[in-house]
């Protein structure tokens, strides 16, 4: 133990403010530019005199540098292409001793300094970090370098427009056609063997907290959280790191046949513990910024498709301009500016540096996008790429850096998040061996394919990681910090480096821990008690037709009641029924993990005594929640369900799920629904059906290839991508098992894909089908999904009434298409309301067997009669459509659907025409 005297390190403490008071180092940071486009500058020379300190400014075109002393400094800024440029400044003496705030530049240690002429000419924003009380003031400066072609005795190439744009004849556009026809011989994908190690980082940040509100009682435990604010470049905003994330990962290529494969050998992210699914959030910030590949077609970004500049349809939406040439890495370079045809469409605006060796490859793009475009809650979106060409010819990516501000407000306070990728270790032409692409490799495995054996399975893309042992807790991928250090592609700021520290401070604050409960009440409807949990609220109050006012109460175990063993489970009372409600659930987790996080793999057996709607599909809402309970027309069709049933499931890494599963199902009608047989011979009057009883087994396979989602206390709330997701259900009803009355076979298969149409937006296309064998009374029978609330609900009938038809077999189509504004942003008025066109449509063909249709069989279950009709039907031969047009993006969160439907329009308390609500937050 180190014994160093306290009254020692006080007496050096006092020495060494007292010597930087005397002679204090000025720390001098900044952001160089290009002058006509103010985009940031990486590797421009950057030199200080007096002194011989220099330093060369990062993908961000920052630089950070030591003044010894106050006085006269000259800094010299230059790099090809650009005139040289000499700023001169005067830095007046401090007396200060207090540490200045990080700047947002790679690589550098705080360095003490204060100036007292901040906010003096060549000096931008503010200086000082007001985020932290005891920081004082930082030099930073922004120079801006013009581009200069002639002292490299080049050829300046200009466009001026003088006339209106056109693509005939256009020296630009038969550049980026050039650009075009060489796209797939310059994408990495051209290496017929390649292999790279790959670093990523993505963060997030607050941005420009309110300091005098961290003064306030609530916040001021947090007031750690802000004493080192990072900086952007160019800007004088405060950043704070909240969230931070690493990977390494070694990737490689194969042309022909044409295989990927990334393995991640290193990972590292801040934990939230249950608060946050750390996972989620990771896999929503990938999801934001997608990889990015300039030679794609379309870009992925924010869930939304831009048209990339380089696509084969660029010259239809693109303007582009001819700037200077100057000499790269690779030669000579021309510059190409590119903006929109239309300023409101969902595309970019920057520059490409264009090779002219005659690969016409992309060496460097700087883009952003218009204020102006239909994107909510964006700013200042900045995507930078820099690619480097090999000895072969071919070019490769070497980083990528994608930052964006979110702000509700836009006044300049939100969140900052960021994207980096840097690769390198680039090696080609070496075969890579087939255990690398093995479906069944591991990081060990791979990095040593020796070892590795082989598989006759293999894909055309794959990406792996090791997982975690989950009996030990052992991570492979987590690595000391000394690994870190060492091979970081980026290093960390002084803020970013505190995050790990921070959180894992936070995570054991009581403060915190108050807090996390609120939130979790909040959003998610649990409220924390020791080693249970109490909730979902929703569900406390409810009410219906039958039931009347419905009160409950409920709950389940965590983690740390057990983290094998989970419980759950309510009890609920109607008070017009009379009848109490309940439900109770045992579930054992195979892999250590709750019933209701990723992956899945448990088996989980529930009795449940309770009352439902047949054929009700709510999305996001629970069947007997409040928000549930507020219905259009007629709505007492109910059942009451005596259940019990045991079920199996696991979900794999290749998001391949399946399971098996029995249940016990008694129904008793409740409400208008009346199971009246065949009629009494001695009396003639119908006889009255207790019960219905089903004993089935089954079985679910669920295939959803590159699925992410963020993981709620209750839902999965998917990220959309171009996917397809697979689900097929199989159910066998066993007559004679426990009282089953019944002998059947259910096949129920869906499929949905979204298709992302660039420009025009996206459509969501889900087709359903399913068919049902054996004699059977309608309550076994497939029950249409309707909905009669009056919130709009994509996978239901919106405007079919409950239990308005049954079938045995049907298939149909459900379509949305999302516009994204590109309609309204050509009218004058509507763009600037930034609405978004909707269109749906929903079409259904099924049918009813003869031996099924209580019309032809005076044995079966006659269908339910609403005040003296039959309101329960069978589809004929036409099938049930609906469609509509909506109004997305209201006030940025509001959906308004018009529906109109135009079948089956004489059945009993229909409706033709309805309105229909749906609060969305999307980008």
Not at 596 to 609: D, S, V
Request: with cysteine; proline share 5%; aromatic share 12%.
């Amino acid at each position: 133990m180190n014994c160093f005297p306290v009254r020692s390190l006080l007496l050096l403490s006092v020495i060494f403010c007292s010597v930087r008071a005397l002679g204090q180092e000025l720390a001098l940071s900044g952001t160089i530019r290009d002058g006509s486009t103010h985009e940031p500058l990486k590797n421009a020379s950057v030199s200080l005199k007096p002194g011989n300190e220099g330093a060369r400014t990062d993908s961000l075109g920052r630089f950070n540098l030591t003044v010894a002393h106050a006085g006269k400094i000259s800094l010299t800024v230059s790099m090809i292409g650009y005139t040289t440029k000499i700023v001169s400044r005067t830095i007046a003496n401090t007396n200060s001793s207090t540490q200045p705030g990080k700047s947002h530049a790679p690589g550098k240690s705080d360095l003490p300094g204060k100036s007292d002429i901040p906010g003096s000419a060549g000096f931008s924003g503010k200086s000082g970090f007001s985020g932290n009380p005891n920081a004082s003031d930082n030099l930073s400066m922004t120079v801006d370098l013009a581009p200069d072609a002639q002292n490299l005795n080049q050829v300046v190439i200009t466009n001026k427009r003088t006339k209106r744009y056109r693509n005939k004849n256009n020296p630009a556009v038969d550049l980026i056609r050039k650009v075009i026809a060489n796209k797939e011989s310059n994408r990495p994908e051209a290496f017929d063997y390649a292999t790279y190690e790959e670093y990523e980082k993505a963060e997030i940040s607050l941005r420009n907290v309110d300091p005098k509100k961290l003064n306030k009682r609530l916040l001021r435990p947090y007031r750690f959280l802000f004493n080192h604010p990072d900086t952007l470049a160019g800007d004088t905003s405060l950043l704070y790191p909240v969230y931070l994330e690493e990977k390494i990962s070694n990737n490689y290529i194969q042309k022909a046949p044409a295989r990927t494969r990334q393995i991640v050998t290193a990972e590292k992210r801040v934990d939230y513990g249950d608060l946050v699914d750390t996972k989620g959030v990771s896999e929503y910030m990938n999801t934001l910024f997608s990889d990015i590949d300039i030679y794609d077609n379309n870009i992925l970004l924010f869930t939304n498709q831009f048209l990339s500049p380089i696509a084969n349809v660029a010259p239809t939406f693109y303007e582009f301009t001819l700037g200077d040439t100057i000499i790269g890495k690779s030669g000579k370079l021309v510059r190409l500016y590119f903006m929109p045809r239309n300023p409101d469409d969902l595309l970019f605006r920057g520059t490409l540096l264009i090779t002219l060796d005659g690969n016409y490859a992309v060496e460097n793009v700087s883009m952003t996008i218009s204020k102006k475009i239909n994107l909510n809650f964006i700013k200042n979106l900045h995507i930078r790429q820099e690619f480097e060409k090999t000895a072969g010819g071919h070019y490769y990516r070497i980083s990528s850096d994608a930052s964006a501000d979110f702000s509700i407000s836009g006044k300049g306070k939100g969140i900052h998040g960021r994207k980096f990728l840097s690769c390198s270790h680039l090696v080609t032409g070496q075969p890579i061996p087939e255990a690398v692409f093995s479906q069944t490799t591991t990081a060990e495995s791979a990095l040593n394919p020796e070892n590795s054996g082989t598989d006759a399975n293999r894909g055309n893309t794959a990406k792996t990681r090791s997982s975690p042992d989950i009996g030990t807790g052992a991570d492979p991928l987590s690595k000391p910090d000394s690994f870190w250090v060492a091979h970081r592609h980026e290093p960390l700021s002084d803020g970013e480096a505190r995050t790990y520290a921070n959180v894992d401070s936070l995570r054991h604050l009581k403060t915190f821990v108050r807090t996390k409960d609120l939130i979790n009440l909040v959003l998610a409807g649990y409220k924390s008690a020791g080693k249970f949990e109490i909730g979902p609220a929703n569900t406390f109050y409810s009410f219906n037709p039958v039931e009347g006012l419905r009160l409950g109460f409920g709950g389940r175990s965590t983690p740390a009641f057990s983290k094998r063993i989970y419980l759950d489970g309510y009890g609920a009372y109607g008070f017009a029924d009379q009848r109490w409600k309940y439900n109770l659930g045992l579930a054992y987790s195979f892999n250590k993990l709750s019933d209701y996080g990723y992956p899945l793999h448990y088996i989980k057996a529930g009795i449940t005594h309770d009352i439902e709607i047949p054929g009700q599909n709510l999305q996001f809402v629970q069947a007997n929640g409040f928000l549930a309970s507020f219905k259009r027309g007629d709505a007492s069709k109910l059942l009451y369900n005596d259940i019990f049933r045991i079920d199996y499931l696991h979900e794999l890494p290749s998001h391949l799920s399946y399971g098996f599963g029995f249940r016990y199902w008694a129904q008793q009608q409740a409400g208008d629904i009346q199971f009246i047989g065949a009629k009494n011979d001695l009396f003639n009057t119908p006889d009255t059906v207790r019960n219905i009883i089903s004993s089935q087994l089954s079985g679910q396979i669920r295939w959803a290839p590159h699925e992410k989602f963020y993981q709620g206390r209750v839902y999965r709330v998917p990220f959309p991508n171009q996917y397809p997701v697979f689900s097929l259900q199989y159910a066998a009803g066993i007559k004679g098992l426990f009282g089953g009355a019944y002998s059947y076979q259910n096949i129920n298969l869906n499929i949905f894909k979204r298709f992302y149409l660039s420009a025009f937006g996206y459509a969501d296309v889900n087709l359903i089908g399913a068919y049902i064998s054996g004699k059977l009374p309608f309550p076994l029978l497939g029950i249409l999904p309707a909905n009669q609330t009056y919130g709009y609900q994509p996978n239901s009938y919106n405007l079919m009434n409950f239990l308005e038809f049954v079938s045995d077999h049907y298939a149909g189509i459900n379509a949305e298409h999302h516009f994204n504004g590109f309609i309204f942003n050509k009218v004058p008025f509507l763009k600037r309301l930034k609405w978004r066109e909707i269109v749906t449509g929903k079409i259904l063909y099924g049918g009813l067997r003869a031996e099924n249709n209580p019309a032809n069989d005076p044995l079966l279950l006659k269908f339910p009669v609403t005040n003296g009709q039959t309101s329960t039907f069978a589809l004929e031969n036409q099938p049930y459509i609906e469609g509509g047009v909506g109004i997305g993006n209201i006030f940025k969160i509001l959906r308004v659907d018009a529906i109109e439907r135009f079948t089956y329009l004489d059945n009993p308390q229909v409706p033709r025409y309805g309105i229909r609500f749906l609060f969305v937050f999307d980008y």
